[in-house]
Nanobody, 125 residues
């Protein structure tokens, strides 16, 4: 089992940048594929980006491709989401999640067993 804690959210102007971090407990972090989802008020949780166990493969939602970068440091048990050129429509609570069974990088939320509590990102226009 793994526990996930997101950080790095905040308020930023449109065009700005933020880097989110998701720290995982445990000693088997490299056995988990990791993902970022987001949920805006009144909307469903949407896929943002995913990365495979050792970071060899990544996948992005079309809405963030070219602006966001997912990465991981298995020595630090942490996955990151670098967000550049932020837009007001990126405003949401951002969640990280972990999957040990499938290996990833999947955009299917059902494949992820462990979830953090989220961090708020607000982009002002």
């Amino acid at each position: 089992q793994v526990q996930l804690v997101e950080s790095g959210g905040g308020l930023v102007q449109a065009g700005g940048s933020l880097r989110l971090s998701c720290a995982a407990s445990g000693r088997t972090f490299s056995s988990y594929a990791m993902v970022w989802f987001r949920q805006a008020p009144g909307k469903e949780r949407d896929f943002v980006a995913a990365i495979s166990r050792i970071g060899a493969s990544t996948r992005y939602a079309d809405s963030v491709k070219g602006r966001f970068t997912i990465s991981r440091d298995n020595n630090k048990n942490t996955v990151y989401l670098q967000m550049n050129r932020l837009k007001p429509e990126d405003t949401a609570v951002y969640y990280c999640a972990a999957d040990q069974k499938y290996g990833g990088p999947s955009r299917d939320a059902n494949e992820y067993d462990y979830w953090g509590r989220g961090t708020q990102v607000t982009v002002s226009s």
